[in-house]
């Protein structure tokens, strides 16, 4: 029973109903000894929820007007670094009933069990009676996150999450007021190197979940963001290839007819390459691996990439002839996609 005393409740509520109410006394039934509610500018019709709720013992923060999320859980993040030396941690948790008690307690004390993880409650999608529109958005969300980001999930959206003082005071540093927040600190986890622990919870709707904020298409585009600073990278340094090529051989034609178009080719492909290494390490993966270590691995990437692009076309060409250029172009892309994963877990990963 440490969770009753170690751990804080963090609820960010706006515009609840009785509820929010119920969940509050049910957690001091069960011992919670501190409990965070953050009133997101809800209007006074709502003053006697949080009244009441505070009268049951709930410390109840207050944002004049509606913020968002993402900034009421930085604000009871701040209340408690500042206020609360008893706690070690705490578990945050959304206001409309959603997640029963016996899982709130469940996360609680797997944080306790593993303090250097964010753990999270997750819900089983695949069952019959989840809505269609949490189910979907939920798992294209989860594969996406998969596939562009290195992140493992199975409910990338859920609001149970418990997490030390440690990750908390990171998590303030992570940009995001709304419900992008949520998404943000899972990629803040990959960057940091904090490891996500799932705990399986009970699914909870109420009417079809019409009161869900989520918004799939939003909240991946926050992951596609850095799958397309890729795509720019690498186009913008295919152009700066293609320019510099162009001009010298313009400028050489004339100084070394017989070896102009080689050495425009190395010269080309040096500069661009230099260019796209720098762009993927600062602006694509922000690594902060040593210079020569990652410029090692990023050419070696480069020469094995372009020996397989070789084979691969001059193999598919024999056994199936057609168009080279065809050709060519499926084995690049794909080839691109895997150096997207390779760069991003080997080339350029932040954490070992």
């Known amino acids: 029973m440490a969770y009753r005393n170690k751990l804080s409740v963090i609820i960010p509520s706006l515009s609840p109903d009785e509820r929010l109410t119920a969940l509050v006394k049910e957690l001091k039934m069960h011992g919670f000894e501190h409990i965070i509610v953050v009133n997101d500018g809800s209007s006074e019709e709502y003053d006697t929820i949080f009244a009441g709720v505070q009268e049951m013992g709930a410390v109840v923060l207050r944002h004049v007007v509606n913020q968002g999320k993402g900034r009421a859980l930085k604000t009871a993040f701040h209340y408690i670094l500042g206020n609360m030396d008893s706690c070690v941690g705490a578990v945050t948790i959304d206001s409309d009933g959603q997640h029963a ?30 809505p269609f529109k949490s189910s979907f958005g939920n798992i ?20 149970l999450r418990a997490m030390s003082l440690e990750h ?78 162009a001009l010298g051989a313009f400028c050489l034609k004339s100084v070394i007819p017989a070896y102009y178009i080689v050495v425009s080719t190395v010269l080309a492909r040096v500069i661009s390459s230099l260019y796209n290494f720098f762009m993927n390490r600062q602006g694509v993966f922000k690594s902060e691996s040593g210079l020569a270590k990652t410029m090692v691995k990023y050419y070696t990437l480069a020469v094995v990439q372009m020996s397989l692009s070789a084979l691969g076309v001059w193999m598919l060409f024999g056994m199936l002839g057609g168009s080279e250029t065809l050709i060519k172009i499926v084995v690049d892309t794909i080839l691109f996609l895997v150096s997207f994963q390779i760069q991003r877990e080997w080339v350029f990963k932040k954490k070992d």
């Open 101 to 130: 008690v016996k899982d709130i307690i469940r996360c609680c004390e797997r944080l306790l069990e593993k303090p250097d993880c964010l753990v999270m409650g997750c819900r089983n999608f695949k069952q019959e009676d989840v």
């Open 168 to 245: 908390m005071k990171k998590f303030l540093a992570v940009s995001g007021e709304r419900f992008e927040y949520e998404t943000n600190m899972l990629l803040c986890c990959k960057d940091e190197g904090i490891a996500i622990e799932e705990v399986t919870i009970q699914t909870i709707y109420y009417e079809g979940n019409k009161s869900t904020h989520f918004r799939p298409l939003h909240d991946s585009l926050l992951i596609y963001g850095l799958f397309l600073r890729f795509i720019v990278a690498s186009l913008s340094s295919a152009a700066i290839d293609l320019g510099l090529f």
């Open 140 to 159: 294209v969300t989860s594969k996406v996150m998969q596939l562009l980001v290195g992140i493992k999930v199975s409910d990338t959206q859920t609001g």
